[in-house]
């Protein structure tokens, strides 16, 4: 599990592809620490497990069904990502909960500026907008980040200057590709609803939900 909190931004050092997947090499540092051999990190959101560490590249495969639901098969060498290792059980919780397993890709449609933050604009398709409100959380390329903003087939984040400065969020531009894990939680009661075990969107009302 992750927080969506990106510890360091990395870069591709090596693609090797296959006919469908393919391997990274990427190079980092504050990631490094305590770093061995089956962890996982999470690459522009995507959990990935470490299969082999060469001083401060380490080394996953990543399948063909990553490939397909993320932009990770778009990286080049040189490319930066945004890197987190998966949260310790002693250490602070302070994103929203992030699985590692993305949910569709989005597209940049505008990066605005306004006074000290900068207004981003993503369209994503209707099986990822439907799980996505206003004032909720949604990883963006792993960075856990709050909606401002929700239209028919889009919505608008407001990042910061730390944001800004500590991703590659604001380094992306117009038509780019970015990766998208919204709220579990959403996924959770939508799965629930539609069973047969008495809860319904008027239960759910019923009691202030």
């Not at 569709?104 to 799980?131: C, H, P």
Request: proline share 1%; charged share 20%.
């Amino acid at each position: 599990m992750f927080t969506g909190i990106i510890e360091e931004i990395g870069k591709i050092a090596a693609v090797r592809r296959g006919a469908l997947s393919c391997e990274l090499s990427v190079q980092g540092n504050v990631v490094f620490d305590g770093l061995k051999i089956g962890d996982s990190v999470a690459v522009n959101g995507v959990c990935l497990t470490i299969t082999s560490i060469n001083g401060n590249i380490f080394t996953a495969d990543v399948m063909a069904e990553s490939m397909r639901r993320s932009n990770l098969g778009t990286l080049q060498n040189g490319s930066e990502v945004n890197l987190e290792r998966a949260m310790p059980s002693d250490g602070r919780f302070g994103g929203h909960i992030v699985s590692g397993h993305i949910d569709g890709i989005g597209f940049i449609q505008s990066l605005i500026k306004e006074d000290n933050a900068v207004w981003v604009t993503i369209t994503a398709d209707s099986s990822v907008m439907r799980y996505i409100v206003e004032k909720g959380s949604i990883a963006i390329d792993g960075i856990s980040l709050t909606v401002a903003k929700v239209f028919k087939d889009a919505f608008s984040v407001s990042i910061i200057p730390h944001t800004g400065a500590e991703t590659t969020l604001l380094s992306k531009k117009s038509s780019d590709r970015v990766n998208l894990e919204c709220d579990i939680i959403g996924k959770y009661v939508e799965k629930l609803i539609g069973k047969s075990n008495g809860i319904t969107e008027d239960f759910l009302n019923k009691y202030n939900f």
